[in-house]
């Protein structure tokens, strides 16, 4: 789930989890399909801060609608520490980058050059591999 | 058997609960010497902070003591430890005219009879530099050092010469400085008279002084901004435990145990371990991702059977860190040791995700007992907060502790005999909200966190044994 840190996409965001809360409650899934969501963060600020403004916003949808009321001593529940990185909603950042915005890689090849996108793009893909390979061991 | 049982043994046989104190003989086996550590071992070092639980007096124990001197030396080997010869100049339990470190009484009487809080320590250490020199009572020597300061500074500089002609450096210790007496006002008072003295050392070729600290003492001390100390401060090192080096004492402790070291070779056999050395492997010490794959083959991958649910590795220091983000040793030992404790051979690893669940809310348990024996108001304060949810506003927290009357329960408990109120409650700016002083306190001691836009936030290490909830909406669902 894809977002820039403005309140729209909060709002946005909030009708959707008010209907997926809905299908949380169903105690007869037999697989639990909300650890298959992940936030991203789009077009980040650099920093800490940035990060963390939007993914406490996050947890607040997660919390709201989508993570179970647990007990204080419960830590193997659906709910997530506001820093834990494994958390749904501690969203996976992508910068912002200007040079993406004059995107142009059919006259400038160097546009696709992993040094261009891995200044924004590369912990977002590391993150996509580790979790695809993660995915995958569960079939296998 | 696989060899797991050897490896549980080892994690049964940790014994992180005795809080160390700088006079016991410490276990040379025990010690494990982080890299960044150096600093807090450095004799040029004055002040070295940090939490409880990170090894402080164990630390001073080791310089103390000259058998874990030598195995740190040789660990160390740029400090030049071997050419010490270290005293202790305060530490918890010091009692009796023989040592050369005084009591609480020895300090509390003096601070009665003497002007300068400077003069008490120098008459701490002139028992050392020369023991026959001026009278043989406490009070007495602080009152002749005072009326005669220049008989104090020639014993110095005469040792300090012999010292440095014997290419020996002479190290005093002060461990504890949190115990030096019952109230804040003293414990500043004889803190800022020792601060004072360790700068005029700092002159000194072959005498140095060094203070370990607890960091919310620090923390009071800095905000004091008293002029003796902010020199001092500057120059602090931080102790602390990454979590590399957590894992470090771990590994280290497997290694060295004769039964699991071939073991975990076996365990790690890609990373062709050469058992026939008595240290781990350097990789082992340092390397989170060698790390990483050596622990999840004692206590597997992931947090359950759900792979998304976090990876043991990594999920263990985070949930046992405080608002600094801050890991104490002691509850990582705890925990592996109470998962162990809890596992069996039932299991293919030594121990499992549930055993290591059961053993942070273990280490829960230990650090909110240890932060009450400390702040004995951290319980007042967290017992108004049970059943609360985090994270919240601010003003959810502050409502509770007023809604309890938590402020004047805090202060109606407290005596000249204890400092059992937070220090904030005495700052002017919070008179109008106390609880916004309690708020404060607890921030500084790492059990709340500020978020963003008033927010904040506990820490699972003190959230569970708190009893208090995380966020969530949806209620509890029957087992499936």
């Known amino acids: ?140 | 058997m696989n060899g797991q049982e050897e490896i549980r043994n080892v994690l049964r046989s940790l014994s992180p609960s005795v809080a160390h104190r700088a006079a016991d003989k410490p276990n040379v086996a025990d010690i494990y010497s982080p890299p960044h550590h150096a600093n807090a071992l450095d004799p040029n070092r004055t002040l070295v902070v940090g939490g409880r639980g990170v090894g402080k007096s164990f630390w001073a124990s080791v310089l103390f003591n000259e058998e874990a001197r030598a195995a740190a030396a040789q660990a160390y080997p740029f400090l030049g430890l071997e050419n010490l010869d270290v005293v202790l100049g305060f530490y918890e339990g010091a009692m009796g005219s023989e040592n050369v470190a005084p009591s609480a009484s020895t300090l509390k009487a003096a601070l009665k009879i003497a002007d300068d809080p400077a003069s008490i320590w120098r008459s701490v250490i002139l028992k050392r530099l020369a023991p026959e020199v001026g009278p043989s009572t406490f009070n007495d020597r602080v009152r002749w050092i005072e009326g005669t300061p220049e008989a104090f500074e020639d014993a110095l500089l005469e040792v300090d010469q012999r010292q440095a002609a014997e290419g020996r450096t002479l190290l005093i210790l002060f461990d504890a400085l949190d115990v030096l007496a019952t109230d804040w006002d003293s414990i500043r008072t004889l803190t800022r008279g020792l601060a004072r003295l360790a700068l005029e050392l700092s002159a000194r070729k072959a005498i140095r002084l060094k203070m370990f600290m607890r960091r919310d003492q620090f923390e009071d001390m800095r905000r004091k901004t008293f002029a003796d100390f902010s020199k001092l401060r500057t120059a602090a090192v931080e102790l602390n435990w990454k979590p590399e080096d957590l894992y470090g004492v771990l590994f280290t402790r497997i290694w060295r145990d004769q039964a699991a070291r071939p073991v975990l070779a076996k365990l790690g056999a890609g990373l062709q371990l050469d058992i026939s050395k008595p240290d781990l492997p350097e990789s082992v010490k340092v390397n989170p991702t060698t790390q990483e794959a050596l622990f999840a083959t004692i206590a597997g991958e992931f947090m359950g059977t759900n792979k998304k649910r976090g990876r043991t590795y990594t999920w263990m220091p985070k949930h046992l860190a405080d608002a600094h983000n801050e890991t104490s040793l002691r509850s990582f030992l705890i925990s592996l040791k109470e998962a162990a404790d809890r596992s069996s051979s039932s299991i293919e690893t030594a121990i499992d995700h549930v055993g290591i669940n059961a053993g942070v809310l273990k280490a829960s348990d230990t650090r909110l007992e240890e932060l009450r024996e400390d702040h004995p108001w951290v319980d007042d304060a967290l017992n108004a907060l049970s059943g609360l949810t985090v994270p919240c506003a601010e003003g959810d927290v502050t409502d509770l502790w007023r809604e309890a009357g938590t402020v004047g329960l805090i202060v109606s408990r407290t005596n000249a005999e204890r400092p059992a109120a937070p220090i904030q409650l005495d700052a002017p700016e919070f008179t109008a909200a106390p609880e916004k002083a309690l708020l404060e306190a607890l921030i500084d001691l790492a059990v709340i966190e500020r978020r963003s836009a008033d927010i904040i936030n506990v820490p699972d290490i003190f959230r569970v044994a708190a009893k208090i909830k995380r966020r969530g909406g949806i209620a509890p669902r029957r087992e499936r």
């Open chain 1, 1 to 140: 789930m894809f977002g820039v840190d403005t309140p729209q996409t909060f709002e946005c965001y909030r009708y959707l989890f008010a209907q997926m809360n809905r299908y949380a409650l169903d105690p007869d899934v037999p697989q639990d399909w909300r650890f298959g969501l992940q936030m991203v963060h789009a077009k980040a600020g650099r920093g800490t801060e940035a990060y963390e403004h939007f993914r406490d916003q996050a947890l607040n949808l997660f919390a709201e609608f989508l993570y179970d009321e647990a007990a204080p001593s419960d830590l193997i529940g659906f709910n997530f520490d506001i820093d834990d990185d494994s958390a749904p909603h501690y969203a996976w950042p992508i910068s912002f980058d200007a040079d993406f915005v004059e995107f142009d890689p059919h006259s400038r090849r160097d546009q696709l050059s992993r040094e261009f996108f891995d200044r924004s793009f590369g912990l977002f893909v590391r993150n996509v591999i580790n979790n695809v390979t993660t995915f995958q061991g569960q079939v296998t």
